[in-house]
């Protein structure tokens, strides 16, 4: 086999490694491409024993669903489109209902409650989908969980468009949900262990872009059928014609390999490797022995790094760096659910009738909030990382804040004579809303998946998946009840604001900043006591605004993208001071 000339690969890593520090699931990776970088022959070693397995297995698999590309990069752009098709899927199905929501009720003779439990039906669902992640990928694969979640949502969505009575519309409401919290899962991971490492976080950012973009296509195709007779079931199916088209472009792509050396298929991986990323880079090569290296390093540390080596999961309740990790990522969680922005989607239209538009004009005018949180989503992919997750949440939800302020006032005036200033605070108070949220909900993706131990990540991951939408569920649920006890004013401001001006205090004296950190120095922050990162953040959190107020702001917003931390890099500073 060839040899190749090493320096070149490392001086790419390097200047990978510049412009981003790598995340928790690359933090073995990178540890095994220190040991390439200093003995490349065990690279090759690997490589050559595995040409030699492979041809004594006859080659490559052949078939009609085994697809070759002359150049691999083909498989990239291939996994980008699935990764787009998988995104939209999911956001599609999170906002059909709202344009369902004007007339399923009266089609089915449903009561508030009953219609109530159809919209949370889904996030329901998807609490015991968010369950069956770790089962499902363990047994059945990435590619196994997929289809799987495929098949769920096309038999939810057909059994949606034939509803006849309330009955059936809350079981494929459920049915639908279980594939929505299983794909929403597995997907992400299944990129990240497909495609090559430079571009792994990008194809994951636009995974969660497309979610967004799903929900305003939602929107879109409410508008469309709106004149059709039936309407609403029209709506509620079309969602058959993605996974339709998912489903059958899933079948040609193979499973994941990073999963196929995890079952100890290691021959199969690298056939799956070859036909995907090719050997004929060295980087190819590498990625392909650091990945087969990290399995092994994860499984011991897996094995040894539980204290409880029964039952692993007990550490979140015994030992104080999982249990306060458990405790901070899913704070952050509720924070992201318990200020409403799921409610507000499913009965958007519901809301835009509330202020004065007619049934057509409310499922055009949902396109507002949905365009709103679409685009409030850019910032957070190419800044957040820039920033850090302590500044960029501390900065996101004061602004959705604000929002719900000029929603909640809205209400106070009278549509019949004050109709334009009615729709004219709401829709700027929707805007500002749903744009800060859809830059802050990043978060609450990102922050579950850096803060746990690597031995409980799937078990905290699960907990935190299942955690969203038991919340989104709530929320959604109890909402026109809620509307109707508390008034809607006391329900976007009082509750939903309430909970955002809570979730700011918790957030200035409670939150770590994680942004940079390895997995040691993320290890170092949750083992510290909370008093101790209170004192810190409090201390910066003087020192920065004094800095605002004093004018110093280039201080506090332009140089924050070159600290580690909006208050904690000032903290020392402060105390000293």
């Given amino acids: 086999m060839a040899r190749f000339n090493r320096k070149q690969s490392t001086a ?55 697809v070759n590309f002359d150049n691999p990069k083909y498989f990239t752009w291939l996994l980008v489109a699935f990764a787009s098709m998988g995104g939209l899927l999911s956001g599609l199905d999170q906002s059909l209902i709202s344009g369902a929501n004007l007339y399923l009720p009266r089609d089915l003779g449903l009561t508030t409650r009953q219609n109530s439990l159809v919209n949370s039906g889904m996030p329901l669902g998807a609490v015991g989908g968010a369950l069956l992640l770790s089962p499902a990928n363990e047994y059945c694969g990435r590619k196994g969980a997929i289809l799987i979640s495929i098949v769920l949502y096309t ?60 929900e305003v296509f939602g929107y879109v195709i409410a508008a469309i059928f709106l004149k059709v007779p039936g309407n609403w079931r029209f709506i509620l199916g079309s969602s058959l014609v993605f996974s339709t088209i998912m489903f059958f472009g899933m079948l040609f792509l193979p499973e994941s390999p990073r999963f196929l050396i995890h079952k100890g298929k ?86 835009m009738n509330q202020i004065g538009f007619d049934d057509e004009k409310s499922n055009y005018m949902s396109l507002v909030g949905g365009g709103s949180l679409l685009l409030g989503t850019i910032p957070a992919i190419f800044l957040m990382e820039k920033f850090g997750r302590r500044f960029w949440a501390i900065t996101m939800l004061p602004g959705f804040f604000l929002g719900l302020v000029l929603i909640g006032i809205s209400y106070q005036f009278d549509i019949k004579t004050n109709l334009q200033l009615v729709e004219g605070l709401y829709l700027t108070g929707l805007i500002i809303y749903m744009g800060f949220f859809g830059s802050y909900a990043c978060l609450t993706w990102v922050v579950p998946s850096e803060v746990y131990p690597t031995y409980l990540r799937s078990y905290g991951m ?59 120095e993320i290890d170092l922050v949750f083992s510290r006591p909370t008093m101790d990162i209170v004192r810190e953040n409090w201390a910066g959190a003087k020192q920065t605004t004094a800095d605002f107020f004093c004018g110093r702001w280039r201080k506090v917003f332009v140089e924050q993208a070159m600290d580690t931390s909006i208050y904690a890099g000032k903290a020392e500073d402060a105390v000293e001071a």
């Fill in 462 to 520: 699960t907990t935190s998946d299942a955690l969203l939408f038991l919340a989104s569920f709530v929320v959604t649920y109890n909402f026109s009840a809620m509307q109707e006890a508390m008034g809607k004013t006391g329900l976007a401001l009082g509750f939903y604001g309430g909970i955002a001006v809570i979730g700011e205090v918790y957030q200035i004296f409670f939150m770590p900043e994680t942004k940079n950190k390895t997995l040691e």
């Fill in 266 to 351: 290691t021959l199969e991986a690298y056939k799956v490797w070859k036909r995907i990323r090719g050997i004929a880079t060295p980087e190819s090569r590498e990625e392909f022995y650091v990945m087969a290296v990290a399995v092994t390093q994860e499984e011991t540390e897996i094995t040894e790094g539980a204290q409880n080596s029964r039952f692993p999961w007990m550490d979140f309740f015994t030992v104080p760096r999982a249990r306060r990790a458990l405790i901070y990522a899913n704070i952050m969680i509720l924070l992201g659910q318990l200020t409403g922005v799921n409610a507000i989607m499913y009965y958007m239209s519901v809301l």
């Fill in 155 to 214: 038999i939810g969505a057909a059994l949606e468009a034939g509803s006849i009575n309330f009955g059936m519309i809350v079981a494929s409401r459920v049915i639908l949900g279980v594939g929505v919290g299983l794909e929403g899962g597995t997907v992400p991971v299944y990129v990240a262990e497909t495609v090559e490492r430079k571009i792994r976080g990008n194809l994951v950012s636009l995974y969660q872009f497309n979610i967004a973009l799903g």
């Fill in 12 to 66: 790419s890593a390097d200047e990978q490694a510049s412009v981003r520090k790598p995340s928790k699931l690359e933090k073995v990776e990178l540890e095994a491409l220190e040991v390439v970088r200093a003995d490349g022959q065990q690279v090759d070693n690997l490589i050559d024993d595995m040409e030699g397995q492979l041809e004594a297995a006859g080659g490559l698999n052949t078939g009609f669903f085994q």
